[in-house]
Structures are given as C-alpha cells and as structure tokens.
C-alpha cells in the first residue's frame, strides 16, 4: 500500500530577517542560489511515512517544531532540506480560523474555505445547509468574522472541513476551543470519519486523546525526532520522560535541604535485575527488593520502602516496624531487610523505588538510595495502579 | 494553471472588488462617479487653469485626450502599487494555508482592472454624450491593446510583490517611481510636443504605446501599423513571464520572512 504522506530527512532551517540588513544578506543569498547558514534549525532530519488507516499523533513540548512539521506537511512551507510527498486528498485544521477574514462574514469565509479546500461553487451549495448545521451558530454567519467567539470561529472551520470529505485530517489542538457539546460532536465525526477507513493526523498534548485516537505517534524533541513507533510505547517514553525532569528537579531541592545521619544504606538492589541494571516488569509480576543497612552502634535500623512513579509521586510505602519485622544480621554492623511485592498492580510506566534507613526508633529518615524500574505492556487504563474491578450488566 | 476558472482566484478577486471598491458608502455608485469626478477635475484644471492645448488633438479637444489614456494609466499604476504589499498583507493566509500564492498578486490586479475599466467605459459614454465623436468599432482594437497592459501589469506586479517580502520598501519606493513614470509617459501632454532627443527616447517607454494606440483606435480612428506593435505585446509578454518566474523561484521562502 501507498503511504499517505512520506517525509524523507525533512530539515526546516529559519534564516534570521528580523533587521533589514540580515532580510537583505539573506535574499542576497537566495538570489545566488546559495544556502543560508545563519538562522536556526527547527527540524532536523525528520522522516515519517503515513499509512492509510494508520491514524498518527506528533506529541512534543512546545517549541519542539511540531507546528512547522504540519506547516511542511499541509505544504504551508517548504522544508529546507529533505522531501515531502503527499498522496491524498486531505483537509488540515491547524490554527483558529485560519484563512479566514475578520472583515468578512461567516459566510463569505465559508465560501473561501472551501475554495481552498478544494470544492467547486456547486459542491459548496449541496454542502452549506449541513455546514451550517454542523456549526450551529444560528444568524451569526451572516456577521463579520471578528465579532465571532473562538469557539464560533472553530466551529464554522471544522464545519467546511467535515464537508470537504478529505482522507486525511490533519489538527492541531484547535479542538481544545470548542465548549463541551462541540468537542464531543467534534470526536464524534473524527471517530466516524475514522470507521471509514480515513485517517487522522493530530498534534496534542493530551496522551489521552492521542492513544485513543492513534496507531503511531512520533516524538519530537528539540527538532528531532526521539522516538517514532507505536503509539503507546512512544506516549509512555514521552510521559516518562517528563516525570523523570519533574523529579530530577525535586531531588535536586532535597540535596540542598541534606538529608544525613548516623545510619546509612549499604546497598540496596533489585534482584530479578538483568545484567546492565536494568528492570522491566510485566504486569502483575513479583517485585523484589533488598536493602543493605549499616547502623555505626550495633542496634538495628528501620527500613523504609516506597514505589514511586518516575516523576516522584508515591504510589506505596510501608516501614518494617510497620510490620515489626526485624533484619537479617550480616555482622556487628549490617543488617539486610528483603521485600517482595506480590502481583504488582501498576499500569505500565516507568517508576521507581527506595530504600531508606531510618533511625532505630523510625522517626528520622538518615539515608535515601533510588533504583527505577519500569511495567511494560500495552494498556489503555488510566492511573498507575489497576483497581480491581468488576462490570455490573445484566 | 486554469487561472480564470479557479475557484479560489474568483473568491479572491471578488474580495479584493468588495472591499477595495464596493463596501464604501455608496458602494456601486462611486463606480462610474468616482471617475466621472475625476474627469470633471482634470477637464477644469487643464482646460481652464492651464489652458492646455494639444497640436494633434484637434477638434476632439484636450479632455476626451487626456480621458482616454488616463484610465488605462490608473488602473495599471494602481494594480501595482496595490500588489506590491499583498504577499505581506496576507501574511496570516500564505502562512497557515497552502495555495498558489502567486493568485495575490494577480487577482489584485486582475480586481483594479475590472473596476478601472468599468469607469472606462462610463467615461467613454459621458464623452460621446458630451460630444465626442468616439470611434466605437476601435473598442475591437483597443481590446487586445488593454489585454496586453493587464498582462505587462501582472507581470510587474508578480516582481515587486515578490521583491517586496524581502524588501520592505519596495512599497514606498514604487509610489514615486510611479508618478515618475505617469510623467514621463505622453499621458497629460502630447509626445509631438517634446523636444529630442527626449521624444526618442520616450518611444521606448512600452507605456507610451499603450496610451498613442488607444488614442489612435478609440479616438483618431488611426490604423497604421509599426514594429513597436510588436515589440510592446513582446515586451507584455516577457514581462509576465520573467516575473511568474521570479516569484515562483521564491515563494518557497515567503514563509521564512514575513
């Protein structure tokens, strides 16, 4: 099958035109033909193939060059480097009204949306009654555009887009506009437009909407493509990765605060770990952990335990006085504390867990090790942890 | 390109009639008045304050002369000044929207001719009316003649609005070029009345041509033929093509700076 839209190392390079004398070097060089080196690099390298039926989500944090990828691949620029192919007819719904005239009424803007969408003055008039039922904003597209609302202004666009019968549907997150009853005719129509064997291409921030509407997702990070493949292997690096930044910065707070004490952690070590470190679990495995204390007076520390997921936030923790379990003693001055959470609940994401020694009496935290581990598996739950649960029907 | 037909150039020029022509006041109205006023403006000041007289001219006088080629000049004057600035004016367009962009350009000129040429023929029939004997059948004439200005204007407009993303004065520099050009053009005086060798090398001013050929077709009923009948629709006809040229090979980069 032929790929929809095909990106072959796609680079977009800005030159720097914001004073007159960099507006005219920069000519100066296009004139010759040459490159132009001063600027910056929004995209590097980026390659992609769409599918038909493979619907695709571009996630990134923002400044990342998701918006000049859809720019590229609408044809709204050109990429400096690399090329674009476009198979299919396809409808892109990327800033607020975009192409639409404040001065001109609702109407006049339809007229001209759909001219460039590409329908004939006849498939216009077969359409309008239904455009303008999908839009539902009453008398107000007899107005100018600019007394519209926002979410008026969404509305009549995705409107002329629902009626231009494209195959492939290009949005940024404009549908975030619309209020609630719109969103919810607008993913009406995108998941029927998608029984139909079309296909979405959409820019999000929401993982949500992102795994529930998507096959594939890139991540774009920086101009560069991080991780492209399957939508929730790509959404889970993507997410991890902003909580590891999150609790990095939190970990940093915590060293400046100094956390010290008489009693220290030998080690502490995740068992079922394979040879480079690292831990992947599958859902409902076993998790072992074993802690190493050292206590300098021979009297046994406490040992603390906590799950959290990557960006910090506690999922478990239990203390063995909790439980009043007393170590295993290594010699004068160690004691070993081992722990096995059984048939770990955790929806697949990245996490971590610590250890920590406490004082014998379990009131002050003296020492804090960390190791990470990850659940893997293809989910559409929501949360960290799978609440047992049970469907009451009939 | 299937130009005409397309769509999307229609709605253009439709917009670019309403609002630069018709969403005035009296909207359709200033269509024929606004050049009939014109012309009542120039017939007082050349006839009676400056008692200009045309040797050539004769019996038609100097108004019908001066009207004649005064129409054709405005619209192709104003088309390009009007599209120098379009590529930045539709910034929000070109950046969010893919399409040909060089329909702006074109369909802004394609609109100031339609509307000049409308009060052409206004003018034309308030000329008869007032007297002057106007050579009907030379409109079959004068035709072609104005088709090769539009294609000459849309040549030059494609340029400078290409020109005018890179170079944002380009906008403020054609306006005096422009009344430069509109005097050094045979338009409010007669080119018999210059002295050489300036009335050489007037001839190679391709608007020249347009004004005498329209005079001689609509005016003095003068057929006679000469090889600038030629080389000028040559000149339109390159014009337009070295200009859908230039700005085809940049419109890639418009995007990059706007």
């Known amino acids: 099958m032929e790929p929809l839209i095909r990106l072959q190392g796609v680079s977009k390079f800005y030159p720097r035109v914001h004073r007159p004398r960099e507006r005219l070097r920069a000519f100066a060089s296009l004139m010759a033909g040459k490159e132009i080196r001063e600027g910056a690099e929004v995209l590097h390298d980026v390659s992609l193939e769409i599918m038909p039926g493979q619907s695709f989500g571009i996630i990134g944090e923002n400044g990342a060059g998701k918006s000049t990828l859809l720019k590229i691949l609408t044809g709204v620029i050109s990429p400096s480097r690399g090329s674009v192919e476009v198979n299919a007819r396809m409808a892109a719904l990327l800033e607020l009204g975009a192409g639409f005239q404040p001065e001109f009424s609702g109407i006049d803007n339809v007229r001209m949306k759909s001219a460039l969408l590409g329908m004939s003055p006849g498939e216009l008039d077969k359409n309008l009654d239904s455009i303008l039922a999908f839009a539902d904003i009453g008398d107000y597209v007899y107005e100018p555009v600019k007394h519209y609302s926002s979410g008026m202004v969404v509305r009549l666009g995705f409107a002329v887009v629902t009626a231009s019968n494209p195959e492939l549907l290009i949005t940024d997150e404009v549908l975030a506009v619309g209020d609630e009853s719109f969103q919810k005719k607008c993913i009406r129509w995108i998941e029927s437009f998608l029984e139909q064997g079309n296909t979405l291409l959409m820019v999000s921030h929401s993982m949500y909407l992102v795994q529930k509407l998507c096959h594939r997702a890139l991540w774009l990070h920086e101009g560069h493509a991080r991780e492209l493949g399957d939508v929730f292997s790509v959404t889970q690096s993507y997410l991890a990765y902003h909580e590891e930044r999150s609790a990095s910065e939190r970990r940093d707070r915590q060293a400046q605060r100094g956390e010290s004490g008489l009693y220290k952690i030998s080690e502490l070590l995740l068992p079922q770990q394979d040879d480079d470190g690292a831990l992947v679990l599958q859902y409902g495995d076993d998790l072992k952990a074993e802690l190493v204390l050292h206590s300098p007076d021979g009297i046994p520390p406490v040992a603390l335990f906590g799950v959290m997921r990557a960006d910090g936030t506690p999922v478990y923790g239990v203390a063995s006085d909790y439980d009043q379990i007393e170590p295993e003693q290594l010699d004068d001055q160690h004691y070993r504390y081992r722990i096995c959470f059984e048939n770990l609940p955790l929806l697949p994401g990245s996490y971590s867990i610590r250890g920590h020694a406490m004082d014998p009496q379990g009131i002050r935290l003296c020492d804090t090790a960390e190791l990470r581990f990850s659940v893997s598996g293809a989910s559409r739950e929501l949360g960290m942890i799978r609440l047992p649960h049970r469907w009451n029907t009939k | ?258």
């Open chain 2, 1 to 258: 390109m299937n130009l005409f037909s397309n769509n999307v150039f229609r709605q253009l020029v439709s917009r670019a009639i309403r609002t630069d022509y018709l969403e005035n006041l009296t909207g359709f109205a200033w269509l024929i008045l606004q050049p009939l006023a014109m012309l009542a403006v120039y017939a007082f000041v050349f006839t009676t304050i400056f008692k200009a007289r045309i040797p050539e001219a004769g019996p038609v006088g100097f108004v019908p002369y001066l009207a004649i080629a005064f129409w054709p000049w405005t619209a192709f004057s104003e088309s390009i000044l009007r599209s120098s600035n379009c590529i930045s004016a539709n910034a929000a367009l070109i950046g969010k929207v893919a399409f040909p962009s060089e329909m702006l350009p074109l369909s802004t000129v394609t609109a100031t001719f339609l509307m000049n040429m409308a009060g052409y023929l206004a003018v034309l029939l308030v000329l008869q009316l007032m007297g002057t004997p106007i050579q009907w059948l030379g409109i079959f004439a004068a035709i072609p003649v104005l088709v090769f200005l539009y294609i000459f204007a849309c040549g030059l407009a494609l340029f400078v609005s290409a020109l005018q993303v890179f170079i944002r004065d380009v906008t403020q520099i054609l306006a005096p070029l422009m009344t430069f050009w509109f005097f050094t053009t045979p338009i409010i005086y007669s080119s018999s009345l210059l002295p050489e060798p300036f009335a050489t090398v007037m001839k190679f001013n391709p608007m020249s041509w347009y004004v005498a050929r329209l005079r001689d077709f609509l005016l003095l009923g003068n057929y006679q033929l000469s090889v600038f009948d030629l080389l000028v629709p040559m000149l339109a006809v390159l014009v337009f093509w070295g200009g859908l040229t230039f700005f085809r090979r940049f419109s890639a980069h418009f995007e990059d700076f706007l």
